[in-house]
């Protein structure tokens, strides 16, 4: 078979060179081979150019001048009461642009494994997070443990993180431009667009923010992801204000690590503190401690505009009739303060909130795991529990 062949070549040119003219790399600028941090993946990972229109917002609202300014910011996003998000309003804001996003697309190590592949996991990280959490560590890899179970997967950095473009923070970096970003990149995936392979099925999996962006996608293009696995997300926003107080955000440009020099002032990230990412993201003591030291060494950005449209995506989508599974951390703070077990199981709600038509739905609560599931000692069950739910629903 095409695939076949196409992933002998990959392995190969893994083994000897990156620059191989016969690596397939349909779609990718400045592509390269890389493979998970297990091992049980190879991946091709590069530029992908886009063009996208999306119905964003007009921001009445400057970028912060100083750290006084971006604070006092934030602080009005979260009080109670909030009139920023009515004030900032200025109606509909048509934007269109070319944008480069930073792409992996993974494929089983093994070429008779790969040439069975029918499926592609579509993974979009959440806030201040990358593509990397989905493939954190060997033992903490969702992509592994993809792979293992017969799956191909693509992640991304969303627009305005990492190593994809930094436009506009305000007027441009938005939730209705995630949302055409990711059913732009979904389209190229289901032809052969991207790594020279048409997949069957697409499965839209996101975490916190980039569940909202699933949701988003399968809200207004539900004929997407013939299935939808949402995890660090629930119906429930009442803890989401002390968890982004919690991170402390400041300016990204001002971060002594230098990483974010030269991005506008509208775009925010964390300090390098560990209490800044371990309050709302950790459970101690069920987390590796150099994992926490990794998440503080290579935390993204977010974005004013981004903060003041999300909600506008985080919408029913009554027309998807696909399987949904809702995964959570038990302790997760951010989504159900601590205890997404009170008053009861948060993961059970989301479907019928979102999804009333979808055909059959799981929900679970990963053990002793905060908001950053994939980062915890319980990763693998959780893991396990989304990859069997998609073959029980036939999804393999």
Known sequence: MLFAYIISSLVLSSLTSASDTTIPTTGFSNPSIKHSTGNLAVCVTGIVKLTVT????KILYPEPPNQVNATATILALLQANPTIYTTSYGGSNLVTGSYNIYSELCFPNDAAAASKVQTVQFLTHGATLDHTYWDIASGYSHVDAAIAAGYA??????????????????????????????HTLVQLIRTTNLGGYSFKNVVGIGHSAGST???GVSAKYPKDFEA????GTSIDPNYVATSVAAFDLIIANTDPSGRFVGIGNAYFTQPPLEQAL????????YFDPSLLQLAIATRQTNTL???????SINVPSPLFTGPVDVVLGMNDLVFCGGDCTYPTDQSALVQPAFYPAART????????AG????????????????NSFLRLNKLG
């Open 54 to 57: 999306a119905n964003n917002t």
């Open 153 to 182: 997967t693509f992640s991304y950095d969303r627009l305005g993180v990492g190593k994809s473009d930094h436009p506009d923070p305000i007027q441009v970096v938005q939730a209705a431009i995630a949302v055409e970003v990711a």
């Open 213 to 215: 962006i699933t949701q």
């Open 228 to 231: 939808v696995i949402l995890t």
């Open 278 to 285: 371990q309050f709302p993201f950790y459970r101690y003591p």
């Open 305 to 311: 505009g981004e903060l003041l449209t999300l909600a």
């Open 361 to 368: 739905s799981s929900h679970y609560l990963s053990p002793n």
């Open 371 to 386: 908001h950053v599931i994939n980062a915890h000692y319980s990763a693998s069950q959780a893991f396990a529990q989304m």
